[in-house]
Structure formats: structure tokens, C-alpha cells
T-cell receptor, first 118, second 113 residues
Framework: GAVVSQHPSRVICKSGTSVKIECRSLDFQATTMFWYRQFPKQSLMLMATSNEGSKATYEQGVEKDKFLINHASLTLSTLTVTSAHPEDSSFYIC??????????????FGPGTRLLVL | GNSVTQMEGPVTLSEEAFLTINCTYTATGYPSPFWYVQYPGEGLQLLLKATKADDKGSNKGFEATYRKETTSFHLEKGSVQVSDSAVYFCALPRSNRDDKIIFGKGTRLHILP
């Protein structure tokens, strides 16, 4: 099956620092990757859609200057939380999609990254 | 846009018990619903899906029937196992016009031996 990894699995940082989270598709090429955020006991909320070689598309209410997304290759997308604050503490999940027209369900999810900002 | 509501957990059952996790939705048109499962330490995996009304999705002993009249897609399993302990998410397309998926809040399932 298709495997997606995330690194790191958990990170603790001080307020004001920036944190980079990597999402990799290990055995397939992903033209599109998605970044989600999940608060405790809440559903996954889509933050942005990352397309290889182009700018990410952000959902309403998500600050693009706060959450920088780069999708420089067909197997790697990164999310950088800039100047992190305690309210950014959350569980960040990425997914990757192979290019299959009309196949909405072919998103392969990473295991998530837990971010704690002190 | 569409929305999905699923029963809150955690749900704790004994092995071999019958499982139902309720999922209802509001949507324009007839979206295709899904169930995803997240095992401890792993990413979400597609468990099953349905593509049209009255369609039944099934996988690993789990079943869910897409009921258009009640806008529901309840997940069921006749005899659960300890290895079924996980978080289950009901999901469907956000709208008819895009390929984004929206998720329910997830239901954590604990199966006791």
C-alpha cells in the first residue's frame, strides 16, 4: 500500500520559535498533499492544499504567513509554523494523493505530528 | 457545505460484542460517504465507502449502508475483536464541486479481552 511518513512525530518548542514538519510519500509520487489540524476531541480540519510546484491553497481563516507550506518535490511537502505560540499547539496531520481523476478517496494519511508550544 | 455528525466516544465493549457507531450527515445532493480508521500510532486508513444510495460498504467484517432517506451511514460489526480498538472517523466530500473531505470528530473504540 501507499505509505506516508511525517517527521517529527512530536515536537516541543518555545514560544516565538519556528517549527518545520515534513510529510513524505514513501512509495508513490504525490501531486497533491493536504495539511490538517486536529484539536483534542475534534475532527480533522483542513488547513491547506499543497500542489507540487505551485503555491498552496489555504482554507478560510488559516494564515498563510503563519503556516508556510512548501511542496518542492513529488514526495515531500513541509509545513512551517512560524513564530509559534501556545495556541498553535495541536496535532498536525498530512495526507498525500496520487493523481487519479475523480478518485476522491485516495488520500493516504501520515501518522501525525504533535506540536506543543510552551 | 456538507457536514457530518458521529456519535461521541469513547465506546468500550467486550470482545465478540456487537458494534454500532452512528453517523449522520447534511448535504446537498448525494455525496459518497466513507469510514476511516486510525489505529494507535498510525495514519488514517480508508476502511470502507459507499458510492450510491442503499449501497453497502464492507471491509474487515465492518459494514455500513448509505441510507439516503435518513442521511445516515452507520458503521456496524457483528463481533468485535481487541484488534479493532482504534479511532473511527465518518467522512464525506465537502461539496459536490470539490474533492476535499470533511470528517466527523471521531469515535474512540476500546475492546476489552
Amino acid at each position: 500500500g501507499a505509505v506516508v511518513s511525517q517527521h517529527p512525530s512530536r515536537v516541543i518548542c518555545k514560544s516565538g520559535t519556528s517549527v518545520k514538519i515534513e510529510c513524505r510519500s514513501l512509495d508513490f509520487q504525490a501531486t497533491t498533499m493536504f495539511w490538517y489540524r486536529q484539536f483534542p476531541k475534534q475532527s480533522l480540519m483542513l488547513m491547506a492544499t499543497s500542489n507540487e510546484g505551485s503555491k498552496a491553497t489555504y482554507e478560510q481563516g488559516v494564515e498563510k504567513d503563519k503556516f508556510l507550506i512548501n511542496h518542492a518535490s513529488l514526495t515531500l511537502s513541509t509545513l512551517t509554523v512560524t513564530s509559534a505560540h501556545p495556541e498553535d499547539s495541536s496535532f498536525y496531520i498530512c495526507s498525500a494523493r496520487k493523481f487519479l481523476a475523480g478518485a476522491r478517496e485516495t488520500q493516504y494519511f501520515g501518522p501525525g505530528t504533535r506540536l506543543l508550544v510552551l | 457545505g456538507n457536514s457530518v455528525t458521529q456519535m461521541e466516544g469513547p465506546v468500550t465493549l467486550s470482545e465478540e460484542a456487537f458494534l454500532t457507531i452512528n453517523c449522520t450527515y447534511t448535504a446537498t445532493g448525494y455525496p459518497s460517504p466513507f469510514w476511516y480508521v486510525q489505529y494507535p500510532g498510525e495514519g488514517l486508513q480508508l476502511l470502507l465507502k459507499a458510492t450510491k444510495a442503499d449501497d453497502k460498504g464492507s471491509n474487515k467484517g465492518f459494514e455500513a449502508t448509505y441510507r439516503k432517506e435518513t442521511t445516515s451511514f452507520h458503521l456496524e460489526k457483528g463481533s468485535v475483536q481487541v484488534s479493532d480498538s482504534a479511532v473511527y472517523f465518518c467522512a464525506l466530500p465537502r461539496s459536490n464541486r470539490d474533492d476535499k473531505i470533511i470528517f466527523g470528530k471521531g469515535t474512540r473504540l476500546h475492546i476489552l479481552p
